[in-house]
Nanobody
Framework: QVQLVESGGGLVQPGGSLRVSCTGT????????MRWYRQAPGKERELVAF????????NYADSVKGRFTISRDNAKNTVYLQMNSLKPEGTAVYYC?????????????WGQGTQVPVSS
């Protein structure tokens, strides 16, 4: 079965850096585009970053552009989100996401999330 497992969250001070990871199992990770979303308290989940299957193309939300970097290591079935210059409004649960094919259908798959509080 498809599993996406995030890790690496934790308390970080404003201006600090953190890298979160997401490892996928149960599917051919290397052929799927991957996304990072976040959901702040009381707010809707928002798309933060996107990376194509081979890692050549990335896109970012305007709010994180220039500070966050998405990358992947297909040999490790892992996608990363490097977050620099974190702001208090970056406090959120960070989720990885992929649309995975199952026979004739496509399933939107999510991890359980990793919490990133940004606070002094």
């Amino acid at each position: 079965q498809v599993q996406l497992v995030e890790s690496g969250g934790g308390l970080v001070q404003p201006g600090g850096s953190l890298r979160v990871s997401c490892t996928g199992t149960g599917f051919t990770f290397s052929i799927y585009d991957m996304r990072w979303y976040r959901q702040a308290p009381g707010k809707e989940r928002e798309l933060v970053a996107f990376i194509t299957s081979g890692g050549r193309t990335t896109n970012y939300a305007d709010s994180v552009k220039g500070r966050f970097t998405i990358s992947r290591d297909n040999a490790k079935n892992t996608v990363y989100l490097q977050m620099n210059s974190l702001k208090p409004e970056g406090t959120a649960v960070y989720y990885c996401n992929a649309d995975v094919d199952f026979g004739n259908s496509r399933q939107n798959c999510w991890g359980q999330g990793t919490q990133v509080p940004v606070s002094s």
